[in-house]
């Protein structure tokens, strides 16, 4: 199986047994050591995965790691394991003090669901504050799978992983600016958009006139772009068919192949709010049994893929909408959202909707 495979596996297990994992030992068991086992590590010998690693901190003596991953005797990876229901904020100065009383190179933070990667990126031998890598079992995605790759012992290349860790950083950073100028658009980035075709002086009453209408366009840009790579796709598998059949033809009997395209593009945004549905839901089901549909004219969510159980339905053209099941038949309610955010708005509404299907 590949890496991803395997994680997806692991992370089906971890919603199983989340509910159930009562303590920070059971976590160790059910999903921190089999996540290093996916990595290829022997985690039952302790020469190379060794337990309650001795990471003296100054006068203190007999402080102790979870678990260290030594490579050629000399640890190299620090890790510090939380039960699943901890929040890590609150543990990562502990696993910072750790890592300059050893040689370790990076250090992993982890409650066995989330696990963040840490360097000394900043300053040699001292922990950045924030992680390079954060890999999160109930959020899996191919570009942090493609970097955990690294991680795998028969990958493992220490300075390699270290030009990556840098880059990532700084990836991680303008993500973060762009995602906030997506969510909110500062004075800044207003003024420079609008500098590209306004000649006038970009007073404050300028920059609040073209805030909303910037951010919209900014969604749309992303939306269509993804939308174009979709169709990119389609077209390329398309072709590649007909190809394939044309030399599958019977020379004295061609027939000429047909496909019909789907006119459905599943955009960004929509997937974006599949996602803060399915963190509203997880309390209350198993989010393997949340599913979605999308349609010409709305993006549906499922309960077990079933058509006729929909929990509730998006329309995120011009005017967005969140649209509920109604106890009259053949009837439903419907609540303007003014963004994806006022979707937390009617959590209890969605939860209510579940529950009459469950």
């Not at 337990?51 to 006068?59: H, L, N, S, T, W």
């Not at 420079?192 to 002086?201: E, H, K, L, T």
């Not at 077990?304 to 329309?315: A, E, G, Q, T």
Request: hydrophobic share 40%; with cysteine; aromatic share 10%.
């Amino acid at each position: 199986m590949e890496l991803k495979e395997k994680l997806q596996s692991l992370a089906s297990r971890a919603e199983i047994l989340y509910e159930q994992i009562k303590t920070e030992e059971a976590t160790k068991q059910s999903l921190i050591l089999p996540f290093f086992q996916i990595l290829e590590y022997d985690v039952f010998n302790p020469l190379e995965f060794c337990p309650e690693f001795v990471a003296d901190v100054g006068i203190k003596k007999g402080e102790k790691v979870d678990y260290c991953i030594l490579i050629n005797d000399v640890p190299t990876i620090l890790i510090e394991a939380k039960a699943c229901f901890d929040k890590l904020e609150k543990h990562d100065s502990q696993l910072f003090r750790y890592f300059s009383t050893t040689k370790a190179r990076f250090a992993i933070l982890t409650n066995g669901v989330l696990y963040r990667i840490y360097t000394d990126l900043d300053e040699p031998n001292i922990m950045d504050k924030a992680p390079f890598l954060e890999i999160d079992l109930f959020n899996l995605k191919d570009s942090s799978i493609e970097y955990l790759k690294q991680f795998q012992k028969s990958n493992l290349d220490l300075n390699n992983i270290y030009n990556s860790a840098s880059e990532l950083k700084y990836m991680n950073l303008i993500k973060m600016v762009l995602k906030n100028d997506l969510e909110s658009p500062s004075d800044d980035f207003i003024s420079y958009i609008v500098g590209n075709f306004f000649d006038g002086r970009k007073t404050s009453s300028i920059i609040e006139k073209f805030r909303p209408l910037i951010k919209k366009t900014y969604i749309q840009f992303i939306t269509e772009l993804m939308s174009e790579k979709f169709e990119a796709t389609l077209k390329g598998a398309k072709e590649a068919l007909i190809v394939k059949d044309a030399s599958n033809d019977d020379k004295d009997n061609k027939i000429e192949p047909s496909i019909e395209i789907s006119k459905i593009v599943t955009t960004f945004e929509e997937l974006e709010a599949f996602a803060i549905i399915k963190s509203i839901l997880r309390s209350d089901v198993k989010l393997d049994r949340v599913t979605s549909k999308d349609t010409e004219s709305y993006f549906g969510v499922l309960l077990d893929n079933n058509v006729r159980k929909w929990i509730c339905r998006l329309d995120l053209g011009l005017t967005k909408s969140l649209i509920l099941p109604s106890e009259i038949k053949n009837k439903y309610n419907k609540f303007l959202l003014e963004s994806l955010d006022d979707l937390y708005k009617y959590n209890k509404e969605i939860l209510e909707s579940l529950r009459i299907l469950l």
